[in-house]
């Protein structure tokens, strides 16, 4: 059974940068995605990017598209979430989640079906 793990997370400040990693233990096939979420208090679980463990399918959420960057390291077999110029509205809860067999939305929190214990992040202004 795949186990996701995020680390990374804390207290920055308005226009730094801050790199998540999702540590997965157990296999992983290449054809499934990652996806990385973020829930602020009081929202929904949002969409922040995905790929595809194999590499490629890449897909930002709009609200991180051109700040935040999507990679892996399979020999750490870690998936990063660099972010920068980050702002106070990106303060959330950060998810790493595993898309389940047969996703065709990989921005639908419905279509990942293993997910970590999240990671704090929150940028003061």
């Known amino acids: 059974q795949v186990r996701l793990v995020e680390s990374g997370g804390g207290l920055v400040q308005s226009g730094d940068s801050l790199r998540l990693s999702c540590t997965a233990s157990?296999?992983?096939?290449?054809?499934?995605?990652i996806g990385w979420f973020r829930q602020a208090p009081g929202k929904e679980r949002e969409f922040a990017a995905t790929?595809?463990?194999?590499?490629?399918?890449?897909n930002y959420g709009d609200s991180v598209k051109g700040r935040f960057i999507i990679s892996r390291e399979v020999d750490e077999n870690t998936v990063y979430l660099d972010m920068s110029d980050l702002k106070p509205e990106d303060t959330a809860v950060y998810y790493c989640?595993?898309?389940?067999?047969?996703?065709?939305?990989?921005?639908?929190?419905?279509?990942?079906?293993?997910w970590g214990q999240g990671t704090q992040v929150t940028v003061s202004s």
């Open positions: 989640a595993k898309a389940s067999d047969g996703s065709v939305s990989y921005t639908a929190v419905q279509s990942y079906d293993r």
């Open positions: 790929m595809r463990w194999g590499g490629g399918r890449i």
């Open positions: 157990g296999r992983i096939f290449s054809g499934y995605n």
